[in-house]
């Protein structure tokens, strides 16, 4: 089985075995003693570290717009949904919002120390006239912008 490690998974003392991989940008994320220390046991274990590629990250960055999570997934979190994407790994995670997107990409997710995260659809709300669409944008109504709500 292979796993694709989000930082989070680099904070929890659980097993991994299996090809284990994450991305530079995790890498990056990752600046305390304790995730850094596990990161250094990890890569002497196999742990390998690699970079998706565009055509993977364009399918990311439409299911993120489909699911309305665009705007909280972090470029950490679309390299990592497009590295498992290419690998057919596991995402191991706690993030909901990546839950959700991984979801929307038929990725399985392995939850660190959360529950597994429901499905969500988005609502975006107009904050000037309160008119709501199932995507981020101006409101075609006011022409504020929509803000994300349940």
């Known amino acids: 089985m292979i796993r694709v490690l989000d930082a989070s998974a680099f904070f929890a003392e659980m097993p991994l075995e299996g090809v284990v991989l994450t991305t530079p ?15 250094e046991a990890l890569l002497a274990t196999g742990l390998r570290v690699e970079s998706p590629g565009k055509g993977s990250l364009h399918r990311v960055e439409e299911a993120a ?13 679309r390299d990592l949904l497009a590295l498992a994407l290419e690998r057919e790994g596991t995402v191991v995670t706690d993030d909901f919002a990546l839950q959700n997107a991984a979801r929307e990409l ?24 309160g008119a709501t669409a199932g995507t981020p944008g101006s409101c075609p109504v006011c022409g504020a912008n929509r803000e994300r709500s349940h």
């Open 25 to 39: 940008s995790v890498v990056e994320e990752l600046r305390d003693l304790r995730s850094r220390g596990r990161l």
């Open 65 to 77: 717009a489909r699911t309305g999570d665009a705007g909280v997934l972090s470029p950490a979190d």
């Open 106 to 129: 038929g990725i399985p997710v392995q939850p660190i120390l959360q529950r597994r995260a429901r499905k969500v659809r988005w609502r975006f709300r107009c904050p000037g006239c």
